[in-house]
């Protein structure tokens, strides 16, 4: 009352109505829960990472990183998971980047609008929501067992170490079916990270490349693709991060979780250069792989191989990382240097 | 390039082999069902075959609710199997214990597991996510947001193993023993369905909020510049504004992580433990479909037998949930999306 009647000599202060106070606290209340979820997430993944460190302390050691599983956990180490989780991986790159960019490529500049590419295009989002244990099964069903139709219809392949040039037609729980898996798994992920990069090249681009005769394919080779390279290794080798650490499949085509062997008995790079026979070896063999590991420690309720999986976790981890920041660095490179 | 043909091979596969196995599972059921309803009226005792030993760890209490099932009287000593029959237990059953001598095919109880680790997932990654989203294109800095999404991503990253691991070894012992056993007496499994859908809630975090954030960063300017211009709180522009028009696509982004909950299989196999029950208490042992079918391929099955059968049907089972899910929200994003220009 008296503010109001103390006139113009001095501004009153102005009356703020309390329901715009009260709103105004609200919306600082609102940013603040959203700032402490926003939060949250960064909470977990330092309370991941600690409790994974601490657990596997003293764990990790050169002997963990050079020694076969073992049933005793002071002498268990993964170097088994680390030769089946690299070989994996290369071989699953290798299948599903060309064909992945061969669709991106003939969807993006060859394909036209027509129901069927649109019909492919709703398909592809819906595989990539396919849980990752459906592959698992289909990989079972299809390369495992190869629907049972060479007969032999053991779990384990007989004898999958003496492979020297042969190639056992169902092809088992061996190195070839997990990366057919997985690369059924990774396909939609790099087609559509393929599809996005070749999206952003400008047409002038394509157009400049017309103009000066060059033919389609000339201008795809020379124009589209270089272009589009950066984000198509990016989305790749993020794709690649994402089957390295995928253990449902795995687990569903029947890899052993405790095996004294590296794939074509490479257990170190000299091997690779002494004995190449070894290499066709490679695709046939049995194989571990990193995750398979940790769970299969994870599974056992001695507080020591829980420190196991924990240290494997360390290692799988580290690996990622490396990985990731590979696909950091190629962003930031080649955005520096392509500009139009 | 024809290629992507083999990506619609690779569905046409899936579901025509998922579904014929679904079929013989059916009939293999059917098959089961008939030997025991033979069983319990006791007249072919010799028609009893292959009582399988069961070699997984499944808790000793044998399924005793065998007579209390509502079975049909059946009036020939060796009933027909039927696929309408079998079909029907799948559906409706409400046991599930194809690994026993006496079988019950019944899908509900791993349904229910399934949901209850997805549920609690979506009550903590919903709020949540959605939230940090809000948090990211509202207010935060650009700065901030350099920092924060490439935090999220590393957290979207992490292999599913690891957050099991997590479950089991932190989460349980260190948040929710302490929380609901000490604090508010709840009794605890060291499986329970709650770690489970706690950390399944934290995967879902990054989808839900990178993806409700570039819905909501493509709210024009205009819309908001409005709502200022009409005297609004930064609170009023952000929910009773931007929310609703990029609702749609938040909402697309909320089936797509409920149904990635729904298929995330580790780190719910490793904390939710493997016993099948019709329950909703959170703190208890449970098993969803993706952990039934990890927990039969890593016993050593023999093709052909049902329990090995069995995985194809709950597979197909939980594929054509998740792919509704899926389609429900490119759906939901098409039909309900507000164009602005």
Known sequence: MSQEVSG????????????????????????WICLASTWVGMVVLVVLLASVIWKSWGWLSWDFLSHFDSFRPQRAGILAGIWGSLWLILLTTLISVPVGVGAALYLEEYAKGTWLTRLIQINLSNLAGVPSIVYGILGLTVFVRMFGLFGNNTVVDANPFSVTGRIPL??????????????LLALPVVIVATQEALRAVPSSLRHASYALGATKWQTI??????????????????????AVGETAPLVMIGIPTY????????????????NPQALIDVPFSMFTALPMLIYNWVRQPREDYRSLAAAGIVVLLVFLMVLNSVAIYIRQRFQKQIRW | MLSILTTVGIIAVLVTETYSFFQMAAVEIAKRDAAEVAQVSAVARSKTTEARSNGKDAPGDLPEEGEAVAKPV????????????????????TEWAPQFAEKHFGILPLLCGTLLVAGIASLIGIPIGLASAMYLSEYATPRTRSIVKPILEVLAGIPTVVYGYFALVFITPYLLRPIFSSLLGFEVDVYNAASAGVTVGIMIIPTISSMSEDVLRAVPRGLREAAYGLGSTKFDVSVRVVLPAALSGIFASFLLAVSRAIGETMAVTIAAGQNPQLTLNP????????????????????AGSVEYTSIYAVAMTLFLITLATNILSQVV??????VYQ
Not at chain 1, 221 to 242: C, D, E, Y
Not at chain 2, 77 to 88: I, N, T
Not at chain 2, 333 to 338: D, M, V
């Open chain 1, 221 to 242: 080779r020379h124009q589209v693709l270089p272009a589009a390279m950066p984000g198509i290794s990016t989305g790749v080798i993020l794709a690649m991060s994402r």
């Open chain 1, 259 to 274: 095996l004294a062997a590296t794939p074509g008995d490479i257990s170190n790079v000299k091997d690779l250069v002494t």
């Open chain 2, 283 to 302: 703190f208890l042992a449970i098993e969803s479909m993706t952990a039934y079918i990890v927990n039969v391929s890593m016993g050593d099955t023999p």
């Open chain 1, 170 to 183: 169902p092809f088992g729980s061996t190195i070839i079916s997990g990366a057919l898996t997985l690369s």
């Open chain 2, 74 to 93: 059946v009036e020939a000593a060796v009933p027909q199997p039927s696929m309408r029959r079998a079909f029907l237990e799948f559906a409706t059953g």
């Open chain 1, 8 to 31: 113009r000599s001095d501004w009153p202060k102005p009356k703020v109505p309390l329901v715009v106070v009260l709103r105004n606290q609200f919306g600082r209340a609102f940013e």
């Open chain 2, 333 to 338: 994003l098409r039909r309900f999306r507000e």
